[in-house]
């Protein structure tokens, strides 16, 4: 067969990878009747459902031959958006709740179907702009000068890797040194920066755990004594990293007393607001970020604080040039790709070079909502958690940890004999069982809590009025057991 013959036929089968208009109406209707349906039920759908398979017979689905959307659109939804956790659900109220806002999903749809390049200026001048200018607001709500910039992450994860590699970069660390070098966090700092830690190379570093208030707040005295004894034990301390929001009981470090105690010893302070940074917009917690627009470097969570669908966090730096230095490498095949450059490209900020382009999914809800919204939202929760906190007190038994600083607060039943943890524990695994809402838990000096986390755009009055409710029928009925 000729070369000619050969191509034909292969054309005639490889352009089944473009569906014809009536494949794609077909498809795309399925795919939004099927998604229709769950948020048309959304406030009856368990946030956590049970199911002995866990899904297994999404294996029975096998990987090979075409089949009809209808049949893996079945397979989906009993096996994937069925059992365990449904994040979308208001009454997620564990660990950080997630969001899921509609016109991110819209965008992510426009975002595959156009595939613009988002890593490169050159590529998609309009993309990088779009996703310059959500970074450009994004520091300015955290009171960062006209020299920060930052990139758009999968995650928080990654940010403060990125962050930390940053730091490491700009301080200039030689690896013969990485044993001298010290870290400062408390015991409530998120174990991904422990995570990034390693990941940037600093496994050998040393890492001292400062003692926080009773708050759960980075103690800045002994902060101050502890820097001051390792300069004289000739260790080299490098990094304070702070947090804006603990995601155990959303503590805020005292930012700005870091900020002085990192600036008079010219350490690097990174904050991580992963989870809390979002609640710097609104009246009732704005004062607690006082100091974050001194920091060096933080991190950001539009899939937490701004309710969108996971997959979307942020990494900003206040000197922006050092992220550039830290992340920005050439190669000859993408000489031409900085050809007349106005503007700095994601993949000059970030270990990425092709990437999503996850910016289309915060900018259609911020430009279709307007941020009235979002405020009045992240308000709400922090009311919900403050109502929670003064109701559960109402219902026997409960007691609670620390007035919660944001919308995150620990609790706990105390029963009138026998192991309170075990009581909690099981408590916890009642409330799964029912699944009406999910509440995680946590040790707090050995002590077994349940946590309240309110996130979620779906969270409500007659959410947290369920969850009262849940809680109050499942102690009553273990209180019975125990007696
Ligand atoms: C969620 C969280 C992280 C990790 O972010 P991911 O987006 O899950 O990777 C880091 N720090 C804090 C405080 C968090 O709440």
Same mark, same amino acid.
Do not use: W
């Given at each position: 067969m000729n070369i000619l013959a050969k191509l034909k036929e292969l054309e005639s089968v490889s352009r089944k990878l473009d569906p014809t208009p009536e494949e794609r109406k077909s498809w795309r209707e399925a795919v939004s009747d099927y998604s229709d349906v769950f948020l048309d039920n959304i406030e009856s759908i368990k946030a956590y459902i049970i199911s002995e398979d866990r899904g297994r017979a999404i294996y029975d689905t096998t990987i090979g031959e075409p089949k009809p959307i209808k049949e893996l659109l079945d397979a989906i939804a009993f096996n994937v958006d069925r059992p365990g956790l449904n994040p979308a659900s208001g009454g997620h109220l564990a660990y950080i709740p997630g969001g899921g806002l509609f016109p991110s999903a819209l965008g992510d749809y426009l975002a595959a179907v156009f595939n613009r390049y988002a890593g490169m200026f050159f590529g998609s001048p309009g993309a990088v702009r779009m996703e310059n200018q959500l970074l450009n607001w994004l520091c300015q709500q955290m009171g960062y000068p006209e020299t $920060?910039?930052?990139?758009?992450?999968?995650?928080?994860?990654? !940010?403060?890797?990125?962050?930390? %590699?940053? $730091?490491?970069?700009?301080?200039?660390?030689?690896?013969?040194?990485?044993?001298?070098?010290?870290?400062?966090?408390? $015991?409530?700092?998120?174990? %991904?920066?422990?995570?990034?830690?390693?990941?940037?190379?600093?496994?050998?570093?040393?890492?001292?755990?400062?003692?926080?208030?009773?708050?759960?707040?980075?103690?800045?005295?002994?902060?101050?004594?502890?820097?001051?004894?390792?300069?004289?034990?000739?260790?080299?301390?490098?990094?304070v990293i702070g947090s804006a929001g603990t995601t155990d009981v959303g503590a805020v470090d005292p930012l700005n007393d870091i900020a002085d105690i990192c600036s008079e010893h010219n350490l690097w302070f990174h904050v991580d607001a992963a989870y809390g940074g979002f609640f710097i917009m609104i009246e009732e917690t704005k004062d607690l970020f006082k100091g974050i627009?001194?920091?060096?470097?933080?991190?950001?969570?539009?899939?937490?604080?701004l309710f969108l669908p996971y997959g979307t966090g942020a990494v900003l730096v206040r000197q922006g040039q050092k992220l550039f230095e830290s992340q920005h490498m050439m190669a000859s095949y993408l000489q031409d790709a900085y050809y007349d450059v106005e503007e700095v490209s994601p993949a000059d900020l970030s270990p990425e070079l092709t990437k999503h382009f996850r910016g289309l999914r915060l900018w259609l809800p911020l430009q279709l909502y307007g941020v009235a919204p979002f405020i009045a939202a992240l308000s709400e929760k922090i009311w919900l958690t403050r109502y929670f906190y003064e109701e559960i007190q109402k219902i026997e038994g409960?007691?609670?940890?620390?007035?919660?600083?944001?919308?995150?607060?620990?609790?706990?039943?105390?029963?009138?004999?026998?192991?309170?943890? !075990?009581?909690?524990?099981?408590?916890?695994?009642?409330?799964?069982?029912?699944?009406?809402?999910?509440?995680?838990?946590?040790?707090?000096?050995?002590?077994?809590?349940?946590?309240? !986390?309110?996130?979620?755009?779906?969270?409500?009055?007659?959410?947290?009025?369920? %969850?009262?409710?849940?809680?109050?029928?499942?102690?009553?009925?273990?209180?019975?057991?125990?007696?």
């Open positions: $920060a910039t930052g990139n758009l992450s999968s995650g928080g994860s990654i !940010a403060n890797m990125t962050a930390i %590699c940053t $730091a490491r970069d700009t301080k200039n660390l030689k690896s013969a040194d990485f044993h001298r070098v010290v870290i400062y966090t408390t $015991a409530q700092v998120h174990h %991904c920066v422990h995570k990034a830690i390693n990941m940037v190379g600093l496994r050998e570093a040393v890492k001292r755990i400062v003692p926080m208030d009773e708050q759960f707040r980075m103690n800045v005295l002994t902060l101050r004594d502890q820097i001051d004894a390792d300069k004289k034990a000739g260790l080299l301390p490098f990094m627009e001194r920091s060096d470097s933080l991190v950001i969570d539009p899939h937490k604080g409960f007691e609670v940890g620390a007035y919660p600083q944001l919308s995150v607060m620990t609790y706990r039943f105390v029963p009138k004999s026998g192991d309170a943890n !075990a009581f909690n524990a099981r408590l916890v695994e009642e409330v799964r069982n029912d699944g009406r809402v999910f509440l995680s838990s946590t040790m707090i000096n050995g002590v077994f809590y349940i946590r309240l !986390a309110v996130l979620s755009f779906r969270t409500h009055l007659s959410t947290i009025q369920t %969850c009262l409710q849940v809680l109050k029928e499942k102690s009553e009925a273990l209180s019975q057991v125990n007696n």
